[in-house]
């Protein structure tokens, strides 16, 4: 159940862009993360600011995991074989 | 729900709760419900004592309730005796109803615990507000108050159930409570419910009505009518009480109901509760602290009365005190009613919870739950001490056994390259090219000389090579099927769906494998390492049988093996395979890929040639060569190094049959067309080049260090001598750019075959004939010398162009140079230079 | 064959499971619909995708209340993670 909180704990220190339900797109460093997805970032940035005036003094957040709909993030910071490895394994292990 | 009392419910601070009550198995079936817990708290404890006193005990004995930020739970507690009295006043049970018939009910100033008396809403807000009858109060109420009746089909599921329904109700009762606070001064013909009867809504109004009756009219039934629902909301937001045991409920778990702020309209949930809740006492927030969360301190009772009722002093009557007693009794019995629900779950339930909840907070084993981030650091840190080595292989081998790719570069119209192998393999071309040359500068270079000079004078025609290989016509897309013949059994060839589960179970088949190898017994136990041994090589089986090598060869087309790998998800299977598999078992394997070559996807449905403008394709068009494209890199990056090194292994005897396999069963010259084709065949020629040359023993393999064979050396020259000649009239059609040429119409001619395309694009496109020239080059070095002309002969055109070209002021110096090196890896083979052409 | 490739699976998530590594095509709320190659999920239905490609619908309204002819809006992104939540459903790419 923990492998989504796996994976997202890898991207720690990298620059994501977390894309919520409302359309807001924050990027920033991931600084942690935690089971229910739940995200802090720094040094963060919005997307389309005049938008979201209101954002631009913020330097820093932390976003509910609920209200997420997207994170992107640089192919490179992941290992695909490996994730998928670690997919099949989970998926046995919730079967036991 | 779990915030309710300001404590956390789950079970370590439960436990310590449950200790001072003595109690603790009573109610663990209720978990689910604070309710329940509350009776846990203090009925459990005190089987004969007054409630009121257990509770306090319970709050400053229990070391968990006055842990950290729980400054509420006294108050909480305080309050809550008058709940039970009420809830059980509300009780449909017979043997709880006396009080509560007698009709001698307290008004709600005097009376000891008003606030009780709204907890029969607890269950039916929902329906109390919507004004229907309920019948939700049935099955909401079994879970808070088992009852004889519904308390057996509130099933403990249902409690679990249910946490929602029963948590707002407490966080409400005040307010149904306030309602009643001006003393109508009725009595209700009520009757005690007939036990395990579920009462409606209206008998509970009509109870809450009658416990609201000021004592001094106690013995006047009055008919007083019961209090509509709007009089009752009325009231509610009229009069605002201090909040009394109000627990300030804890934001709730993730819910997203929007708070309602009118309460009759639908805002049922706890949201809406808690808004209702919010608006009637404001002073909510201060209550908790205004106790201080010294609650044990007062004494309970006083206390309540104090705080919830200020402005009516408090004046526990001796019927008050009757009332207690008779309280007390029933929630005795209550609590033997439930006492049902003992044991329900055992230590080991309990163990398994603790296990669960922990594990979500540390885990022993690492690769269990948190496999991604372990391993995937591992790799970064090993990545990062080899990072000195400039580029870094795009396929990273990681500890005992465990193949793990990383990314690739990302690749431009071509794809990506693949070029690990090709690098690899074109470096070998080039040692055997620079051997041969060296053999062969002074022998030959007359008669090669005199080939290539004739055509640079542009004069002679050029002999045409005259070979007997029939060529048929070739048709496009032709199918697989026809490349091959077929005898034999015949069945459907795999379905996606097949291909896929069958993957996935060789995945998780390997990926045991895998782990089972990491857990290698320590090499001392020989008996363990004995049954380690056996234990992976019958998973091996396992996974040969998987693989379906074994399966007749024309059984179907393509064949299964060649199903499975065919989807890009088979190919990066390839290598992890591969490395647990013997090594007949993985010749076996190689000669079954070589005999069904063409039944792959990425020869017979190649990537077509490159065109000029890609904005001529359809859109369809465009993602079939993505697609194709991408297979056929993956093809090179994945199976063709496990191709390569099982090669590597053969003796020349097998890489001769192998051709030979090849040669028999396919149109070579189709194969060869192909990158993977392309591939393959400079794999076996350039081993089988080395070991003619350098029968020197290989390192990785010393049974070889015979010298070779000559009936293998026989066979060999045989073989290969055919594989040339069927190939040779068509050695122009391998090189992409030839072929692309021949493709292209429009415009688009002038710009493929000229040089007019991209630099970047004509580098990629290089590179691509890169590997062609080094597969010819390869050819020209195993050649005899008549067959070196032959040779020179079919590819001068494609040598004089591309030398020409080289030179054309329009051709980018880098890419200049790429082509120049490409000839001369052919050239240099055959003992010439490219500098040598004019 | 078939059968034994069906017998295997027992539940839906085993259906996504065969798509590891493959493209598929998720619908998603919202009018959006991504496709990508498919490197993990959970019980959730959270995904991680690359090479994806991202599709909304819109359709924008006049003024006077009147939809316009739907449009759509394409993005292409390298890697993504999609919360379950917003997940209708997880199907193979046919090809």
Request: proline letters at 8%; a negative charge; hydrophobic letters at 35%.
């Amino acid at each position: 159940m923990l492998l989504i909180f796996s994976f997202f704990k890898t991207l720690t220190d990298q620059v994501i862009t977390v894309e919520l339900k409302n359309d807001l797109s924050i990027t920033g460093t991931l600084k942690s993360v935690d089971q229910f997805l739940n995200i802090r970032l720094d040094g963060i940035s919005v997307e389309d600011p005049e938008r979201h005036p209101h954002m631009l003094a913020v330097k820093n957040c932390f976003i509910r995991g609920s209200v997420v709909r997207y994170v992107r993030m640089a192919a490179r910071s992941v290992d695909t074989t490996l994730l998928e490895d670690a997919t099949r394994r989970e998926a046995k292990e919730a079967k036991k | 729900m779990s915030g309710f009392f300001g404590f956390d419910t789950s079970l370590p601070e439960r436990g310590g709760q449950r200790g001072p009550g003595g109690g603790q198995q009573h109610f663990s079936g209720f978990q689910a419900s604070n309710v329940d817990e509350t009776f846990a708290l203090g009925g459990a404890g005190e089987e004969e004592d007054l409630a009121v006193y257990t509770w306090g005990e319970g709050g400053m004995g229990g070391g968990g309730l006055l842990e950290g930020g729980d400054e509420l739970n006294d108050e909480t507690f305080g309050d809550d005796l008058g709940e039970i009295n009420n809830n059980f006043q509300f009780s449909s049970q017979p043997a709880t109803a006396p009080p509560t018939v007698k009709g001698k009910i307290a008004s709600t100033q005097s009376r000891y615990k008003p606030k009780p008396v709204s907890d029969p809403f607890a269950f039916s807000e929902d329906d109390f507000y919507s004004s229907r009858p309920s019948k939700k109060t049935t099955t909401a109420k079994a879970p808070s108050r088992p009852k004889p009746s519904t308390g057996q089909s509130g099933s403990v599921e249902n409690l679990w159930n249910k946490p929602a329904v029963s948590s707002p109700a407490w966080g409400t009762a005040p307010s149904a409570m306030t309602k009643l606070t001006p003393p109508p001064s009725a009595s209700f013909p009520s009757q005690p419910p007939a036990p395990g009867h579920i009462k409606s809504l209206e008998e509970i109004e009509a109870e809450m009505a009658q416990m609201a009756i000021p004592s001094t009219s106690t013995a006047a039934p009055t008919q007083q009518k019961v209090f509509s629902l709007e009089e009752i909301e009325k009231q509610m937001m009229e009069q605002i009480e201090p909040p009394r045991q109000a627990t300030p409920q804890q934001p709730a778990p993730p819910r997203e109901a929007t708070p309602t702020q009118v309460p009759g309209l639908a805002g049922s949930g706890y949201a809406s509760q808690q808004a209702l809740l919010d608006s009637m006492f404001p002073e909510l927030g201060k209550g908790p602290s205004a106790l201080g969360g010294l609650a044990p301190a007062f004494p309970p009772g006083p206390r309540q009365e104090g705080q919830s009722q200020p402005s009516q002093p408090p004046q526990p009557s001796p019927e008050e005190l009757a009332r207690m007693e008779e309280l007390h009794k029933r929630i005795t019995s209550k609590i033997q009613s439930m006492a049902k629900y003992n044991n329900l779950m055992g230590s080991s339930d309990k163990d398994f919870i603790t296990r669960i909840q922990l594990s979500q907070l540390a885990t022993a084993d690492p690769y269990t739950s948190d496999f991604y981030a372990q391993v995937f650091s591992a790799l970064k840190r090993s990545r990062m001490i080899a990072e000195g080595q400039g580029d870094g292989p795009t396929v990273v081998q990681v500890g005992a056994g465990m193949g793990l790719g990383v990314g690739g570069p990302v690749g431009n119209r071509f794809g990506k390259m693949g070029q690990n192998t090709m690098t690899k393999l074109s470096t070998q071309v080039k040692k055997l090219v620079e051997n041969r040359a060296q053999h062969q500068k002074i022998t030959n270079t007359a008669a090669l000389q005199g080939a290539l000079g004739r055509v640079t004078r542009g004069n002679a025609a050029a002999p045409r090579p005259v070979l007997a290989i029939p060529t048929s016509n070739k048709p496009e897309n032709r199918p697989a099927s026809q490349l091959n013949q077929q005898t034999g059994i015949h069945r459907a060839a795999l379905t996606k769906k097949q291909v896929m589960f069958a993957l996935e179970e060789l995945y998780d088949a390997i990926l045991e494998l895998e782990q089972m190898r990491r857990e290698a017994p320590p090499p001392t136990a020989m008996e363990e390492i004995e049954i380690w041994h056996a234990k992976c090589q019958a998973k091996v089986d396992i996974i040969w049988r998987r693989l379906m090598v074994m399966e007749p060869l024309d059984i179907s087309i393509p064949h299964p093996f060649i199903s499975l790998v065919n989807p890009i998800k088979g190919q990066k299977l390839f290598p992890r395979l591969l490395r647990h598999l013997p090594h007949t078992q993985s010749i076996t394997l190689l000669s079954l890929l070589i005999a069904t070559y063409t039944q792959l996807d990425v020869v017979f449905r190649a990537p077509p040639p490159p065109v000029a403008d890609a904005s001529l394709l359809t859109k369809a068009d465009r993602l079939d060569r993505v697609k194709r494209e991408a297979e056929t890199d993956s093809f090179l990056q994945f199976v063709i190094p496990g191709v390569d090194m099982i090669i590597n292994r053969c003796g020349l005897g097998l890489v001769a049959g192998m051709l030979a396999i090849s040669a028999q069963r396919s149109e070579v010259w189709r194969v060869a067309a192909t990158r993977p084709g392309v591939a393959l065949y400079t794999a076996l020629l350039s081993k089988a080049q080395s070991l003619i040359r350098s029968p020197t023993p290989d390192p990785m393999n010393p049974q070889q260090n015979q010298q070779v064979d000559p009936a293998e050396l026989e066979q060999w020259s045989k073989t290969f001598t055919y594989f040339l000649h069927v190939l040779l009239p068509h050695l122009n059609d391998l090189f992409p750019s030839s072929v692309a040429q021949k493709a292209a119409f429009g415009p688009g001619a002038y710009l493929i075959g000229g040089d007019a395309v991209s630099d970047r694009e004509g580098q990629e496109m290089e590179r691509r004939e890169a590997e062609v020239w080094g597969f010819v080059a390869v050819l020209a070095v195993n050649a005899a010398e008549e067959d070196q002309t032959n040779l020179v002969a079919a590819l001068r055109e494609k040598i004089l162009h591309t030398v020409q070209s080289s030179r054309h002021p329009n051709v980018s110096p880098a890419r200049a140079e790429m082509k120049l090196r490409n000839v001369n890896m052919f050239l240099n083979g055959l003992g010439l230079d490219a500098s040598m052409i004019e | 064959m078939d059968d034994a490739a069906n017998s295997g699976i027992s539940e839906p998530l085993d259906l996504v499971k065969l798509s590891l590594g493959e493209r598929v095509f998720i619908k998603l709320r919202g009018d959006r619909t991504v496709t990508g190659l498919l490197h993990a999920y959970d019980a959730h239905m959270n995904v991680v995708l690359s090479q994806v490609e991202e599709t909304i619908h819109i359709v924008d309204v006049t003024e006077d209340g009147n939809p316009l002819p739907p449009r759509v809006e394409k993005r292409s992104l390298e890697m993504l993670f999609v919360r379950g939540d917003g997940v209708i459903l997880i199907s193979p790419t046919q090809q």
